[in-house]
């Protein structure tokens, strides 16, 4: 089956400490993009990637980094410097022509400890 | 900035009754525009896609249109069912590059009562 998976489910994060989140597509989509999500809130873009080994920032970037090292692949960062972390993160991919529909995996809510 | 606005916020129906869904964004030059729909705690599970060129986009009991001309998109969901309780975001897509970059509205959460 085709399609975005998510780990881990739930992330707990100290003060201080940088945690990753793994996002995989099979889709053999060009672009994938994470989001942020908050209580009552649409979501906010994150970082997006539309080939390998080239990303752009969103909407909210500061405190998240990212890579595109493989097509497959596009693992988020939550450093030290985001002070706000505790949110549902999801990551979504579409295919190379503009537009065309997003797929999102089922998220991840990062806690903070 | 492209804003999305979703009235209300929250709506409860009995069921088998139709469902209304609204959205508006202030920048009416929009590649395309993309209902979906979440379950709690879930990912988005896109419902409609409607491209700037279309007027609506159908499938089964869904019914989405578009007027860009007004900054409006509504969506229909005829004979609600409880299991189209959930939350629906509408998003819109930003013109200047398309690459799939959704604007968001925060959503309608709908209960569908038995």
């Known amino acids: 089956d085709g399609g975005i998976t998510q780990s881990p489910k739930y992330l707990f994060r100290k003060e201080g400490q940088n945690v990753t989140l793994s996002c995989e597509q099979n889709?053999?989509?060009?672009?994938m993009y994470w989001y942020r999500q908050d209580p009552g809130q649409g979501l906010r873009l994150i970082y997006y990637s539309q080939i390998v080994n080239d990303f752009q920032k969103g909407d909210i970037a500061e405190g998240y980094s990212v890579s595109r090292e493989k097509k497959e692949s596009f693992p988020l960062t939550v450093t030290s410097a985001q002070k706000n972390p505790t949110a549902f993160y999801l990551c979504?991919?579409?295919?190379?022509?503009?537009?065309?529909?997003?797929?999102f995996g089922p998220g991840t809510r990062l806690l903070v400890l | 900035k492209q804003e999305v606005t979703q009235i209300p916020a929250a709506l409860s129906v009995p069921e088998g009754e139709n469902l209304v869904l609204n959205c508006s964004f202030t920048?009416?030059?929009?590649?395309?525009l993309q209902w979906f729909r979440q379950d709690p705690g879930k990912g988005l599970t896109s419902l409609l896609l409607i491209q700037s060129s279309q007027r609506e986009q159908t499938s089964g009991r869904l019914n989405a249109s578009l007027d860009k001309s007004s900054g409006r998109s509504t969506l229909y969901i005829a004979a609600s069912q409880p299991g189209d309780s959930a939350t629906y975001l509408c998003a819109v897509s930003r013109t200047t590059d398309s690459w799939g970059k959704f604007q968001f509205g925060a959503g309608t959460q709908v209960v569908v009562t038995p």
């Open positions: 889709l053999n989509h060009d672009a």
């Open positions: 920048d009416s030059a929009i590649y395309n």
């Open positions: 979504a991919s579409s295919g190379r022509t503009g537009g065309e529909t997003q797929y």
